[in-house]
């Protein structure tokens, strides 16, 4: 089993579409975690970090299970621009374990 | 710009030649990593540094590959004796660790590809 597992899709919705991904992560140790955005041969970019309470960012909603070990991410009224993959990052102690990463394709 | 830069930003070598890929991560970070990531793959730890310390390595860091950070500041990978499975895009990221925040900021990254 992988430390880290996302559904790697596709995703394809249209615009104004609500898309939500889920990652599982398998310590229980873990302590951080995060969602980075990466575009086509590009470089992964920071989107949100995710706490335990959740948090939102505009569209971004992020959202943490301990118990279940997993985290979400829900985008609400999709963009063209928001067609990206979504790499789920986990950390704890000295790793950092990153997902394979969900592709999403917005369509018009 | 302020981020993190890595040069060149593409290399190609032919099997068996050492390559060296230079890092120069946001200049107040401590922390310094190298991921390797393939096509459809997420990246990859390799190794990370805390200031000069090489704290963690991957056991995916064979022999052939050695990574510094002399100074604490910038930092080099060196892959010797390349193979085509080595072929990837090398990436670097730097974060502020001692502020509460784990969040790592990546460079445009380095891509390989041995013939």
């Known amino acids: 089993r992988k430390e880290v597992e996302q559904d790697p899709g596709p995703f394809n919705v249209p615009e104004g579409a609500t898309v939500a991904f889920n990652c599982t992560y398998s310590?229980?140790?873990?302590?951080?975690f995060f969602w980075y955005r990466q575009d086509c041969r590009k470089e992964p970019k920071l989107l949100m970090s995710v706490y335990s309470s959740g948090n939102e960012d505009g569209r971004f909603t992020a959202q943490l299970n301990r118990a279940s070990q997993y985290i979400s991410l829900l985008i609400r009224d999709s963009k063209l621009s928001d067609s990206a993959t979504y790499l789920c990052v986990v950390t704890g102690g000295f790793k950092t374990i990153f997902g394979a990463g969900t592709r999403l394709f917005v369509k018009a | 710009d302020t981020g993190v830069s890595q040069d060149p930003r593409h290399k190609i070598t032919k099997r068996g030649q050492n390559v060296t890929f230079r890092c120069d991560p946001i200049?107040?970070?401590?922390?310094l990593y190298w991921y390797r990531q393939t096509l459809g793959q997420g990246p990859e730890f390799l190794t990370y540094?805390?200031?000069?310390?090489?704290?963690?390595k991957s056991r995916l860091l064979s022999d052939r590959f050695s990574a510094e950070r002399p100074k604490g500041s910038f930092s080099t990978l060196e892959i010797q004796r390349t193979e085509q499975g080595d072929s990837a895009m090398y990436l670097c990221?730097?974060?502020?660790?001692?502020?509460?925040?784990?969040?790592?900021?990546f460079g445009p990254g380095t891509r390989l590809t041995v013939t």
């Open positions: 990221a730097s974060s502020l660790v001692g502020r509460g925040g784990y969040e790592q900021y």
């Open positions: 540094f805390q200031n000069e310390a090489q704290l963690e």
């Open positions: 310590n229980s140790a873990s302590q951080s």
């Open positions: 200049s107040e970070h401590n922390r």
